[in-house]
């Protein structure tokens, strides 16, 4: 197997794993040519799990969809400041055609709790002896902590999150804590955390902050690309942790 897993975030429905390969090794080979130091194709892994939300017509019907729509529509006004007042005004941000995928997303994972399970075990299944790294983004950073969560047994040398929305109240509210720190996720031994300056989805952009001093938390530039995963991944400091990790394997 791979010495290092891929975890994507939301809005994967329509690419595939090996699709996102092609999109994340050039930027992530540029991240570690700052330091000198190369990966092959070989030592790469993609734990997908996207097309978990990509509807099927000939087994979902329209109004499944528009049912799904609606329970994320109640999900996120609940984790919005504003409620629902403030939905026209991230239509405006992103896009209405964003947003519906945002509640169909949102949606599909409330009324269908398999699904959570199942985008979990898609990460679990690619953890094995020779995984020495992980590098997740966005809403795989979410997935990838439940399903070390799920495995304390497993000792992971590295885990990198790229646009963490893990500080956010909808994770930080269901996590067990001891004297106000979220747990530890699973047997990790080293976490690395980078936020993009003006990343929205970065709630808490300093994890240490929820999960103790451990997280090694550093703040990149990307630009006009805040949340884009591509910048993520050729950051010096992004290359320098997987560096490290790859120097020791």
């Known amino acids: 197997m791979a010495k290092i897993v891929l975890v994507h975030g939301a809005f994967h429905e329509l690419w595939g794993p090996h699709e996102i390969a092609a999109r994340w090794l050039p930027a992530l080979r540029d991240g570690l040519w700052h330091h000198g130091v190369e990966v092959s194709d070989r030592d790469i892994a993609v734990a997908f799990y996207g097309d978990y939300f990509r509807p099927d017509p000939e087994t979902t019907s329209a109004d499944e969809v528009e049912a799904a729509q609606h329970a994320g529509e109640r999900d996120l006004t609940g984790l919005l400041p504003g409620g629902s007042e403030m939905l026209p005004a991230l239509a405006d941000a992103i896009g209405q055609r964003?947003?519906?995928?945002m509640k169909y997303l949102a949606g599909v994972l409330a009324t269908h709790p398999d699904v959570r399970d199942r985008c979990i075990a898609r990460v679990t299944e690619r953890l094995d002896a020779d995984t020495r790294?992980?590098?997740?983004?966005?809403?795989?950073?979410?997935?990838?902590?439940?399903?070390?969560?799920?495995?304390?047994?497993?000792?992971?040398?590295?885990?990198?999150?790229?646009?963490?929305?893990?500080?956010?109240?909808?994770?930080?509210?269901?996590?067990?804590?001891v004297d106000g720190i979220a747990a530890w996720p699973g047997g990790l031994q080293r976490w690395v955390n980078v936020a993009a300056v003006g990343d929205r989805a970065c709630a808490e952009p300093r994890l240490a902050n929820c999960f103790g001093p451990r997280v090694e938390d550093h703040a990149v530039n990307n630009g006009y690309r805040a949340h884009d995963v591509e910048p993520y991944l050729n950051a010096a400091v992004t290359g320098a942790a997987v560096a490290a990790a790859l120097a020791e394997s």
Request: hydrophobic share 50%; no cysteine; net charge negative.
């Open 133 to 177: 790294i992980v590098i997740a983004h966005s809403l795989g950073t979410v997935v990838t902590v439940m399903a070390l969560e799920r495995n304390p047994g497993f000792e992971l040398p590295l885990l990198v999150t790229l646009g963490s929305p893990l500080g956010a109240p909808f994770f930080q509210d269901r996590v067990e804590r």
């Open 98 to 101: 964003m947003l519906d995928r």
